[in-house]
Every structure is written in structure tokens, then in C-alpha cells.
């Protein structure tokens, strides 16, 4: 820990900064605590850093010592609603990278118009919880190097921001359900509700895409939860990912916010 104070010389409040433990700081404003920054590593290895400051000076003070001290590049996440906050991080130097659109998910099939969609011919769709986990390895492995070798957004995709072991790419298999085929698996969805339901992925091997498979794991996945009792489930989209926002919104999902990927 290094207690030693920064003098801010850009305010008339004299705004100190002290690093209070490893990549934590603390601003001070005559000697009450204005704000608070910390940085994180991500399970995907990309450093992200927060501040919480009661006025614009401590989190000026907080995003300069910040940025001076830590390696670049830094991430940052804003609710994009929040003006002000977004307009603190822009000023210290961040820019957008991406912005991803939040979405809330009808699961009655009366609304979602999935009622009676089911997968094309030879392909079935295997519930959560029984799909064979190496075929479901082997089929996330798949599409995560066609995603990779073509627009190349995997690592900023939010399921890849969840903690796993080094090189696994599933964390719980009991999350996925599967679209099969005899002899591999085509596609997945995952479904996972801690505070609520949330579809963290979609996807579907290249080869095999426009043949409705993505349409039929979601009616399985959305019917699944309307049958235990959840009205709504929540999902990201990437903004510049068109074909997902177009597969959403044509099932009745709403726009209920959008969240901003700093860098600098």
C-alpha cells in the first residue's frame, strides 16, 4: 500500500489522491473521502477501471492518476443513460468502443410468435442439462473461431467476460441446450437466471446459419421459461451486430436501454 498524498493543483478545492490498497485510490476533500477509484481484470484478461466521485474535480484527479499509473489500454462501462458520468469519462480522455443495446424478452410464445416453430428437418433440439458435453464443446469451439476469423467480436462479447479456467470456453454445460444434428451438434443457446433470466449466447454454426436454427433454440429456450413461471428474459446485443438485433426485435423483444465500452 502506498499512503503517500497527491496534491491536486487543478481545482480550488485541493483535491489529495492516495492509493489505498493495489490499484484502489482514494480521493480526499479536506480530509472527507470525494471519490473512489478502483481497476479490475476481467476473466478475458482486459483491465477495467471504476470511479465513484461525488464532484467533477475528485473524479478528474482520480481518472489522471488513474491513467498515469496503470497500463494501457483501460475499459470503462457506463450506463449510457447517465450523461453526466459518460461526459466525466470522455473529458479524461476515453472514447466509445462499442455500444450494446439491452433488451427485454417476451417469453409467452403469443407474443414472441414462436408458437409451433420447430427446428428444420434432421435436426433436433436437446434440452439443457443433456447435451453431450464434448459435442458441446466442439460445437462452441466452432463457432468461436468462425465468429473469430470474421468480424472478430468474440472477446468483447458479454459471455466472455464470465470466469472460467484458462481455455475453456464452457462454463457450465448444464446451461446450454443444443440444436443437433445425427452426428454433431449445429448450434447453442444459453440460459442462465440468477437474479433473472438472461440469454448470454446465441449461436450457430456458419455453414448451417438461415435455416431457422437460431429461431427454434430460442422458441425452446423462451417456452422453457414461460413454462417455470418467467414472464420476461433479458439479453445484450452488440450494436453492430444487425442480425441479432433483426432476430431479437422480429420476436417482440424491446430496446429498455444501452450500456458504453470506454477505452483509452
Do not use: C
Not at 177 to 189: E, F, K, M
Amino acid at each position: 500500500m502506498n499512503a503517500k498524498p497527491l496534491t491536486s493543483s487543478l481545482s480550488e478545492n485541493a483535491v489529495k489522491l492516495t492509493r489505498v490498497a493495489d490499484r484502489q485510490w482514494h480521493a480526499l476533500d479536506d480530509d472527507l473521502v470525494a471519490g473512489r477509484g478502483y481497476a479490475e481484470h476481467r476473466p478475458d484478461g482486459r483491465l477495467f477501471v471504476s470511479i465513484d466521485a461525488w464532484h467533477d474535480a475528485a473524479f478528474d484527479r482520480l481518472a489522471e492518476a488513474m491513467s498515469a499509473e496503470l497500463p494501457a489500454p483501460l475499459y470503462a462501462v457506463v450506463d449510457e443513460a447517465d450523461a453526466e458520468l459518460t461526459a466525466r469519462w470522455r473529458r479524461a480522455g476515453f472514447r466509445i468502443r462499442r455500444r450494446e443495446w439491452e433488451y427485454a424478452v417476451p417469453t409467452d410464445p403469443r407474443a414472441t410468435g414462436l408458437e409451433g416453430v420447430q427446428p428444420p428437418p434432421g435436426v433436433t433440439i436437446v434440452p439443457a442439462g443433456q447435451a453431450d458435453e464434448g459435442m458441446l464443446r466442439a460445437v462452441d469451439r466452432a463457432v468461436r473461431d468462425e465468429v473469430e476469423a470474421t468480424v472478430g467480436w468474440w472477446q468483447s462479447m458479454p459471455a466472455e467476460v464470465l470466469p472460467r479456467p484458462e481455455d475453456d470456453t464452457i462454463v457450465d454445460p448444464s446451461k446450454y441446450a443444443v440444436a443437433a444434428a445425427p452426428d454433431r451438434y449445429l448450434g447453442l443457446i444459453r440460459v442462465v437466471t440468477v437474479r433473472r433470466p438472461r440469454i448470454g449466447l446465441v449461436a450457430v454454426r456458419a455453414g448451417e446459419q438461415r435455416r431457422g436454427i437460431a429461431r427454434a433454440l430460442l422458441a425452446h429456450a423462451l417456452g422453457t421459461l414461460h413454462r417455470s413461471g418467467f414472464a420476461m428474459a433479458w439479453a445484450e446485443v452488440q450494436e453492430s451486430n444487425q442480425a441479432a438485433a433483426a432476430l431479437i426485435e422480429g420476436i417482440g423483444a424491446r430496446s429498455v436501454g444501452s450500456n458504453l465500452e470506454l477505452v483509452r
